[in-house]
């Protein structure tokens, strides 16, 4: 009997096999007509799947692992209920297995919406008047504070000295104790959205957090910050994609600073940019408790021996230039970075840019 029981779970485990392997390629039958038909509609989202990616794969992907999960759950507790109550034999597990497998069938044929997504968060993926996938864009967000939580944490950091140009000598080493604040702000986001492709605007209000910095009491985009991408669900897509382009952005990193400042790469190691990273984090900290100030010096202080770290220590210090009303600085540490990368660098420092050149009028 027991022989028989597990020929018959192994049987079960190939059928339910079937049914993911299946569930995934009808959800990705179901979003690909979807978007064919949409791209042949609005030229703007053929233009935008081809420059990123196509939405199709990734959002059956999210479809189908929702329905496989709660298939598996619905056959453990049918089949765990109906062991339970009538005792472990084999009858009552194969009936119970096959009511489950029925069960399963009939959820996954639940019809597939790709015009809409409750995961939004309000926001539709389609629109109720025109049917065009919105291309949405954040206009403004008014921020309201409710409370504040600060945390205060002890590290020691221990440098080892890399020679003259680090401040100390070489084998020396450095302790430095540092009693960081950390202030995480919540409380609540109304945002104006518009989309881009057929005019249709919408107000949504969210719970938001906001770390190390009190946010402003109202922000304006301008240019718009996109918000389509977040719609879509691109998670997966988005930290692969992410991923490579850090790799190809260090890199980057690595070859500007060893073009303009090929001294700093003669004593180059592993240990060396752990040693480099130690005193990029003593700004940081500086940076945690809001003392801007102090973190530009020491910001100011380390970057001329920077090697990898270089553009990371640039953008930091334009940060805190922009917190402390120090515009004109700012606008020189971005314009320094964008110059290595261009339009291949994320957001933040276009961001960074952009208020400080609206700040300072």
């Known amino acids: 009997m027991d022989i028989l029981k597990i020929i018959f779970d192994l049987a079960t485990l190939g059928v339910f096999i ?198 402003s009491s109202i922000e304006e985009f301008d240019p718009p910050k996109p918000a389509w991408g977040q719609q879509i669900d691109f998670e997966n897509y988005v930290k692969a994609n992410k991923s490579k382009q850090a790799d190809i952005v260090h890199e980057k990193n690595n070859k500007s600073v060893k073009e303009a400042h090929p001294e700093r790469f003669k004593s180059y190691s592993k240990e060396h940019t752990k040693e480099e990273w130690a005193k990029v984090a003593i700004g940081e900290s500086y940076m945690e408790k809001e003392d801007y100030k102090e973190a530009i010096n020491h910001f100011s202080k380390i970057l001329p021996i920077c090697t990898l770290y270089y553009y990371d220590v640039l953008e930091k210090r334009a940060k805190c230039y922009l917190e402390i009303g120090s515009y004109d600085e700012a606008i020189k540490d971005c314009d320094e970075y964008l110059l290595a990368y261009g339009d291949e660098e994320e957001q933040e420092i276009h961001e960074i840019r952009e208020t400080a050149l609206k700040k300072k009028g």
């Open 18 to 215: 079937f049914m993911v392997i299946r569930n995934k390629r009808r959800a990705l039958n179901v979003y690909a007509a979807y978007y064919k038909n949409k791209r042949q509609q609005f030229q703007w989202l053929d233009n935008w799947i081809n420059k990123n990616v196509d939405p199709a794969p990734v959002r059956a992907k999210n479809e189908s692992f929702g329905k496989n999960f709660l298939s598996i759950i619905v056959y453990l507790a049918i089949v765990f209920l109906a062991n339970f109550i009538f005792g472990n034999k084999i009858i009552v597990h194969v009936i119970s297995t096959i009511i489950a497998v029925l069960v399963m069938e009939l959820m996954s044929r639940g019809k597939i919406k790709p015009g809409s997504d409750t995961r939004v968060s309000g926001l539709t993926l389609e629109c109720p008047k025109c049917g065009c996938p919105h291309s949405w864009v954040m206009l403004k967000s008014v921020n309201v504070v409710e409370g504040k939580r600060t945390t205060t944490s002890k590290t020691t950091t221990t440098v080892k000295g890399g020679g003259t140009d680090w401040g100390f000598g070489a084998g020396d080493t450095q302790s430095t104790k540092i009693n960081s604040v950390v202030i995480v702000y919540h409380g609540k986001a109304t945002r104006d959205f518009k989309c881009l492709n057929c005019g249709h605007t919408h107000q949504q209000e969210y719970p938001e957090i906001w770390h190390d910095s009190k946010p």
